[in-house]
């Protein structure tokens, strides 16, 4: 879903609103300070766990994929919205080949410092 999906005003606790979305009632009730919670919704949140669960739009491409080579890219695009160095290819292609640790690779993307959101 969409952040512009949504209802308005955003409910405490929700994905975005963890992760410094504004409440909506004022015009600046943004936060972009990292936190304890933030930690925790990228290791156990049910949006991390649907993002390697088999059944989304993710695993769907990734099981088209017909090598490690395009899963990786795949992983890159879906996650960063960009396509690995080829240090990054060098590197986490051998993981691509494995489902097991393909899932493991997916969730220690979302959790990089890389992931992180820039306004």
Not at 7 to 34: E, I, V, W, Y
Not at 42 to 54: C, M, P, Q
Request: proline share 7%; aromatic share 6%; with cysteine.
């Amino acid at each position: 879903m969409r952040a512009s999906e949504q209802g308005s005003p955003s409910k405490p606790g929700t994905f975005l609103r963890q992760f410094g979305a504004s409440d909506r009632m004022t015009p600046d009730a943004s936060n972009t300070l990292a936190s304890t919670p933030q930690a925790l919704t990228l290791l156990n949140s049910n949006e991390i766990a649907k993002l390697t669960d088999g059944k989304g739009q993710l695993a769907t491409l990734l099981r088209q994929a017909n090598s490690p080579a395009e899963r990786l890219e795949c992983l890159f695009l879906s996650i960063y919205s960009a396509l690995p160095t080829e240090t990054e290819r060098h590197a986490l292609e051998p993981l691509a080949a494995n489902p097991t640790t393909l899932t493991t690779l997916a969730r220690a993307m979302v959790s990089s410092k890389r992931f992180l959101f820039v306004e």
